[in-house]
């Protein structure tokens, strides 16, 4: 959409060993008839990225590699690459946290930045028109704001960029007192998002709500208007045990049932970067 170059590589693993090559036309690419295609999920990724390589700015590779171990090839195949996209399908509510075995192992390892498309089976989503951001003052939230207002971009979706204060004040007097306080600095929070997103020319609005528990909050958010998606910004460290991402976003993928956008990124620093 911004007309910049975009490069994709498709990784077959346990193929045919064989270079790297330029994913061909979706005639000559591809056999069999449309119809046959279509039928399977592989029929439908041939044809998502054939559509994609007839865009002048954009380059699709095909690369096979046969390995035993799935993850070391993507791994390898990712080097150089700023993100990696991997699908899942939501958790369970009452299971423990995960979006599949390979996929949390490549979230937790990968050196680039994951982008988790999380998504029931089922029909292809509604036209997108109203995406929800949830954000707190950590870089990795704002940058999924930035992936947020790309999306919303190329659909000519509306984004309402979402922030909690947390209030853990008891006392009603001082909630009153403390209420104004913290909507203004959650909406001085969203001020700096919104100069980030209006760059591209997305239309947005922000909303900001006073909570005890951000994953309440954003469940609400969801059912007050009609989303199709919603963008995330998490941090992980190798070193935690299970797939750790913070109760807000826990929420989020085993409740709310909305396709999620999920950035997820790695600290910088041996600190351990807070969730919420």
């Known amino acids: 959409k911004q007309g910049e170059i975009f490069d994709i590589t498709r990784l077959e693993l346990n193929g045919s060993e064989s270079p790297a090559s330029p994913l061909e036309s979706p005639a000559s690419a591809m056999p069999g008839n449309l119809?046959?295609?279509?039928?399977?999920?592989?029929?439908?990724?041939?044809?998502?990225?054939?559509?994609?390589?007839?865009?002048?700015?954009v380059e699709v590779t095909r690369a096979r590699m046969p390995q035993p171990d799935p993850l070391q090839a993507i791994l390898e195949a990712a080097k150089g690459h700023p993100f990696v996209v991997v699908g899942a399908r939501p958790p369970g509510e009452n299971e423990a946290l995960s979006l599949g075995e390979l996929q949390d192992r490549l979230i937790k390892e990968s050196a680039s930045d994951v982008l988790a498309v999380v998504q029931e089976e089922g029909p292809p989503p509604s036209p997108v028109k109203r995406i929800l951001v949830p954000v707190n003052s950590l870089e990795f939230s704002m940058a999924a704001g930035d992936v947020a207002a790309s999306l919303a971009q190329a659909h000519d979706a509306e984004l309402v960029l979402f922030h909690v204060r947390r209030s853990q004040v008891d006392s009603f007097f001082w909630q009153e007192r403390?209420?104004?306080?913290?909507?203004?600095?959650?909406?001085?929070?969203?001020?700096?998002?919104?100069?980030?997103?209006?760059?591209?020319?997305?239309?947005?609005?922000?909303?900001?709500?006073?909570?005890?528990?951000?994953?309440?909050?954003?469940?609400?958010?969801?059912?007050?208007?009609?989303?199709?998606?919603?963008?995330?910004?998490?941090?992980?460290?190798?070193?935690?045990?299970?797939?750790?991402?913070?109760?807000?976003?826990?929420?989020?993928?085993?409740?709310?049932?909305?396709?999620?956008?999920?950035?997820?990124?790695?600290?910088?620093?041996?600190?351990?970067?807070?969730?919420e």
């Open 178 to 275: 403390q209420h104004q306080e913290l909507l203004e600095a959650g909406y001085h929070l969203l001020r700096e998002l919104k100069f980030r997103v209006e760059r591209l020319g997305v239309q947005s609005r922000e909303c900001v709500r006073v909570g005890k528990d951000p994953g309440k909050e954003i469940l609400k958010q969801l059912r007050r208007e009609s989303y199709q998606w919603v963008v995330m910004g998490a941090s992980v460290s190798p070193s935690e045990a299970g797939l750790q991402l913070g109760s807000p976003i826990e929420a989020v993928l085993t409740q709310a049932r909305v396709p999620t956008l999920l950035l997820v990124t790695h600290p910088t620093s041996g600190t351990k970067a807070p969730h």
């Open 35 to 57: 119809h046959d295609r279509e039928s399977s999920e592989e029929g439908v990724v041939d044809d998502r990225l054939s559509q994609a390589a007839e865009l002048d700015q």
